[in-house]
């Protein structure tokens, strides 16, 4: 009979430290690929944001431009003055 104790385990020479080992490094590449992945879908959210902001602020000012007033509401302002 063995015992499951963690100097067994280290001493027993059976392969199961290397397994636990194998299961730690696979955990932490897990780890550091959805941190990259989650990292990459903010800032595409960000940056994707920021560019829808920028294109609306560009056809705001393209609508107002197209939004002059005519002259002749300018005459209608400035003669009662």
């Keep these: 009979l063995r015992c499951c104790t963690a100097a067994s385990v280290v001493t027993d020479g059976s392969g199961a430290a290397e397994d636990e080992r194998s299961l730690y490094i696979m955990r932490v590449v897990q780890i550091a690929v959805m941190c990259v992945l989650a990292l990459t879908v903010a800032f ?15 056809m705001v ?17 400035v003669g009662p003055y």
């Design 61 to 77: 000012n393209f609508l107002v431009k197209d939004r002059r007033p005519s002259k002749e509401v300018e005459a209608v302002v």
């Design 44 to 58: 595409g959210i960000f940056f994707l944001g920021c560019n829808l902001l920028i294109k609306s602020e560009g």
